[in-house]
């Protein structure tokens, strides 16, 4: 693809981004010139290598050399030794948390070794914002094929009998939809694609759509071909502008290149892209709000039957598949649906796209086989739990989902069994929490989450949500009653049983997964007005002990002035320093600042 | 002022003349009209519905309903802090906290001299970051609550120099 003598490829996501990727383009450049290299380098800027942690990432070709956490800084360092010398730069390696070993390589981290990638796996290897690049991974070979060499029937029964499952959620099979769509008969039919990433915490459609868009791209027009749809939405949360741009990028070089627009490929087949923008609101990830919310009204779902694919978009058949489910297409087509199989567990095969956040070392964008144990992503590709903390949850699905505990982490992670132990897959967001996370916290931020984000159409959801959160509030300010606990389990089956669309149906798992794994910590709220994580201020002290050495360096970071020297006398003949709590507003900003060989303030 | 106003106004019509169909439209032209005027008043919504051929009512159903459209004038600084669950459990509640006493103001307003605007946000999905927030659109990630006044008086000098 590219024929210098050496190919630099920087992660180009928002996360690496965000830490500083772009100055270090610029610093690499800048530092090439220098050297009078500047030719024998191509710098590609592209989609996500997962390993977030560790950004900005920059991996060098041809020895494949994973540098981590570079700045502008190192630029120079980076082309005078492993440019010009060939030596690698130690510092920049990443070091095994647990050997202490250098890894040169990205299969040598426990990060990458047990993952597999499918969906993601264009991902850091292609330029995003060049269609020749993808072209020259194979890409639209997938689409070739569907409007050559198989009917639509063939490419439906093809995608059925890879077992593929919709990644979205729900894990409804795609080739069923599929069917629908194309069995229900009309003249105009439409695809889109659900783009729509509102769990706070998960980023997998993002990076595909910033590494890889022209595999969403080909996988819609594959799908319009399979059901004889012309057209194409993709609907996007406006607060992903960098995969906004890349897609619109791939749409107008796709049309360019004629694997867009009409008679694509010179088949007869017409197919057009168009991006539509979200305005931040969870409820549109459901598919009937998110067509209406297309349509310009408020995203509220509408009753099911009729479906999408019977009356859809302005009324028209229309299929909906989410952005993950999308980008395993193309290979299943120009890999065979057994290759897919082989891949994860019976009832889910392939691979699923976790992003892996909170209190976990590897933070990340990962892909495994279905099947995978939480133990294994948690620990292994994970890198455990920072600063020698115990774990104490993982939470999946978002708001959604559930959370579970230290008892279920050998259960291999697919559909069926995430929703068997109370969570369930959700888009893929993972949450590790530790022994700081109080989960009755945890369950009220979900909460609330959730109750700001209900369209409001119907009641159950809308008021009982509502009454919820509030008994949820009470219990973390310690006014939580015992028969508070059997209300929230009540009410929310009745709310998960009674509301119309999928936003309600499942708003009250993060409730009722704490309250069947962590009974322990809302007891502790309501009968003994504890908190044990001391997460809940308004059930906990900040005190002062006796190891108190009169410093003073407490009293001075304290916002409201409410520490002073009014204790005992110390051995040096100070006062020993109090903390009034009436004044206190347990910021926290005390605690840090005791010198931990002193250790005198304590949370009670 | 008067004179900029009508130009903004033009510029708004001309991008909802410029639609190939007005059919569902109002979401894209209410974009639009935020990026324009940077939120949207009351006389936004009222020309928008006009210009639609449909009930202010119905604009300002829409507009509510998506976080994503403000109607309130936002500060001369903006200072988003990420809440997605990620930011969250490492300590995001915190870094919010400590912007709203130190600008003394309360999150998800504007102060009342139009200096500051403080959100809490949903996810922006840079979670290896956590907590980040951002600041006129620029990223710190990894924050600590001690990082908050350096960031302000930097936000200050920033625009000082401009």
Redesign the interface.
């Known amino acids: 693809m590219h024929k210098t003598r050496l190919q630099i490829l920087i992660c180009g996501g928002t996360g690496c981004i965000s830490s500083g990727c772009l100055e270090v383009e610029d610093a690499l450049v800048a530092a090439l010139e220098k050297h009078g290299i500047r030719d024998e380098a191509t710098i590609l800027k592209v989609g996500c290598f997962g390993f977030c942690e560790q950004g900005p990432i920059v991996k060098i070709y041809p020895d494949n050399t994973f540098y981590v956490r570079v700045e502008a800084k190192d630029c120079e360092e980076l082309v005078t030794e492993h440019l010009l010398k060939g030596k690698h730069v130690d510092r920049l390696l990443f070091k095994s948390p647990i050997t202490g070993e250098l890894c040169h390589h990205h299969m040598d981290m426990a990060f990458y070794k047990t993952q597999l990638r499918i969906a993601l796996m264009h991902c850091g290897m292609v330029d995003p914002e060049n269609i020749e690049d993808y072209f020259g991974v194979g890409g639209y070979e997938a689409l070739a094929i569907a409007l050559n060499d198989m009917t639509q029937q063939e490419i439906i029964d093809t995608v059925k009998a890879s077992g593929l499952r919709g990644r979205g959620g729900a894990g409804f099979p795609t080739g069923n939809k599929w069917q629908f769509g194309l069995d229900n008969k009309s003249d105009k039919k439409y695809i889109i694609c659900n783009a729509d990433e509102g769990d706070p915490g998960a980023f997998m459609d993002r990076s595909i759509m910033e590494g890889d868009p022209h595999a969403v791209l080909e996988a819609m027009a594959i799908a319009g071909r399979a059901i004889g749809a012309d057209e194409g939405v993709v609907y996007i949360r406006a607060e992903y502008p960098l995969a906004v741009n890349r897609l619109n990028t791939a749409i107008a070089q796709a049309k360019k290149y004629g694997m867009l627009g009409e008679n694509i490929m010179g088949s007869g087949f017409n197919f057009d892209v168009h991006v539509h923008l979200g305005a931040g609101a969870f409820v549109c990830g459901e598919e009937t709000a998110l067509i209406n919310s297309l349509e310009g009204q408020r995203g509220e779902p509408r009753l099911r039957p009729p479906f999408p694919a019977q009356k859809g978009y302005w009324q028209q058949p229309t299929v909906n598949c989410n952005v993950e489910t999308y980008a395993c297409i193309p290979l299943i087509l120009t890999k065979g649906p057994d290759w897919f199989k082989q891949f994860g567990t019976e009832k889910s095969p392939g691979t699923k796209v976790f992003a892996l956040a909170g209190k976990i070392n590897n933070v990340g964008l990962i892909e495994v086989p279905m099947g995978t144990t939480l133990r294994e992503i948690i620990y292994e590709i994970g890198g455990g739990i920072p600063n020698g903390k115990k774990f104490k949850a993982i939470q999946t699905g978002g708001p959604s989902g559930g959370c579970i505990s230290e008892k279920d982490l050998d259960v291999g992670v697919d559909f069926d069994t995430l929703t068997a132990i109370g969570s369930m897959m959700g888009s893929g967001g993972m949450i590790v929490m530790d022994e700081d996370d109080c989960m009755v916290n945890i369950a009220k931020f979900y909460l609330e989450f959730t109750v700001e984000e209900s369209c409001g159409k119907c009641t159950p959801c809308r008021i009982g949500n509502t009454r919820m959160y509030e008994i949820l509030d009470r219990i973390s300010k310690g006014l939580g009653k015992p028969e508070d606990l059997v209300e929230l389990k009540e009410l929310g089956q009745i709310i998960k049983d009674s509301s119309l669309c999928g936003l309600g149906n499942t708003a009250p798992n993060p409730v009722l997964s704490t309250l069947e794994h962590f009974m322990d910590e809302y007891e502790a709220h309501v009968l003994h007005k504890k908190c044990p994580a001391g997460a809940c201020k308004d059930l906990v002290e900040y005190k002062i002990t006796e190891k108190c050495i009169a410093c003073g360096i407490c009293a001075k970071v304290c916002p409201v002035d409410c520490i002073h020297p009014t204790g005992e006398e110390t051995k040096n003949g100070k006062k020993k320093y109090v903390i009034d709590q009436d004044a206190c507003i347990k910021c926290g900003a005390c605690l840090p600042k005791c010198p931990p060989k002193i250790g005198a303030i304590i949370v009670e | 002022m008067e004179k900029n106003e009508k130009a903004l106004f033009a510029e708004l019509d001309s991008y909802i003349d410029s639609l190939p169909s007005k059919?569902?439209?109002?979401?894209?032209v209410?974009?639009k009209a935020q990026d324009i005027f940077g939120f949207i008043p009351k006389e936004v919504q009222a020309h928008v519905a006009d210009k639609l051929d449909i009930p202010a009512s119905k604009v300002y159903?829409?507009l509510t309903?998506?976080?994503?459209?403000t109607m309130t004038k936002k500060g001369d600084n903006r200072v988003n802090v990420c809440?997605?669950?990620?930011?969250?459990?490492?300590g995001a509640d915190?870094i919010l906290?400590?912007f709203e006493?130190d600008l003394n103001m309360k999150a998800n307003t504007t102060r009342e001299d139009g200096l500051w605007s403080v959100d809490g946000?949903?996810?922006?999905?840079?979670?290896?970051?956590?907590p980040?927030i951002t600041v006129n659109g620029k990223?710190y990630?990894r924050l600590v609550?001690d990082d908050v006044p350096g960031i302000i008086e930097e936000t200050l000098a920033a625009k000082e120099a401009k």
């Open positions: 059919q569902g439209a109002l979401i894209s209410l974009h159903g829409v309903f998506y976080s994503f459209f809440m997605g669950t990620a930011c969250f459990v490492r915190k906290e400590k006493r946000l949903r996810c922006i999905g840079a979670c290896g970051l956590a980040i990223s990630g609550v």
